[in-house]
């Protein structure tokens, strides 16, 4: 299928992500011209229809929209400093992993060259980019998000703007690292004590992602008392969960197996009840875990 009407990208960084990015991008029908430190890493993407740009500038001149994604912001601005001003009045489209003051302080670096930026994080593996489930988020200028929006829906089917502040992509992508580690170091812990009794974690997943499916609708309401903070106890409150992570414990230790996990949770629910929530619900444990232990 042709795609005469694609529009020109630079892509700088080919580690696997940026790869990853620039391959979905040139199979696509984007003209893609790209840019690596270590040369040899774009061979594969010129075998498939890349340009190889001899310089950053080169490269920074050759498209309207440049997308950045390298190991972190200290090396994007050792390789975008090295194009002069090449790069205003372009857009750039930066993917590499920071924080939200690092994105914010490389908004204003853009500012004070002229040129259009947005702040991006990919929360997708690089052989996941380009599907329909990918999830990527944008924040900083919705003129640039408007603009690009046919080209960064080909990096990700479950693209997000989050608005015009340069930092929430990175505060979003930050927050559901925790999110991803809070859910593995359940599973860890649940895979360890249903291993005990010889059901392996392959056994048990199903069962698990089955129970998570069954109470979304209470993760809406925890989010919603949240908001309102307020946590009326309408089902079961603070002190009864305390009891059941003391049976998870013992359960734990009865069969020789780590308990840091669960001493964790109990520490937290100790403190929601410390600063007297032991009669509300379960979501005021989060009244604990938004203040400094
Ligand atoms: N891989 C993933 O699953 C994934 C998922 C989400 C987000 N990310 C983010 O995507 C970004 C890139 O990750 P990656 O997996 O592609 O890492 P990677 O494979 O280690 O690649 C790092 C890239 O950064 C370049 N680089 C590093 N320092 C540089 C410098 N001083 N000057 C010029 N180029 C420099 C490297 O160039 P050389 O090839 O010359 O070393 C390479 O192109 C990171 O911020 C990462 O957090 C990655």
Known sequence: MAHDDRSPVTVIGLGLMG???????????????????????????????????AT??????A?????????DYPAAYEVLESCGDALSGRHLVHLSTGTPEQAREAAAWAAERGVHYLDGAVMATPSGVGGSEAVL??????????????????????????????????????????????????????????????????????????????IEAVFH???????????????ETLEIHLNAMDRLIETSRARG?????????KSIITRAVALGHGADGLPSAFEAVKRPA
């Open 56 to 61: 950053v500038r080169d490269a920074v001149a």
């Open 19 to 53: 790869s990853a990015l620039a391959r979905v991008l040139v199979k696509n029908g984007h003209p893609t011209t790209v840019w690596n430190r270590t040369a040899g890493k774009a061979d594969e993407l010129v075998s498939l229809g890349a340009t190889r740009a």
């Open 221 to 235: 309401e925890v989010a919603r008392q949240v908001d309102e903070g307020r946590y009326p106890s309408d089902e």
């Open 63 to 71: 498209s309207p929209t440049v997308i950045v994604c390298v190991t």
């Open 137 to 214: 988020f944008y924040s900083g200028s919705e003129a640039v998000f408007a603009a690009e929006r046919e080209m960064l829906n080909v990096l990700g089917g479950a693209t997000s703007y989050l608005g015009a502040d340069h930092g929430m992509a990175s505060l979003y992508d930050s927050s559901l690292l925790g999110v991803e580690w809070g859910v593995l170091s359940g599973y860890f812990h649940a895979f360890s004590l249903v291993g005990t009794e010889g059901s392996k974690a392959s056994t048990f997943l199903p069962v698990a992602i089955q129970f998570l499916r069954s």
């Open 257 to 265: 197996i780590g308990v840091d996990v669960p001493e964790f949770f």
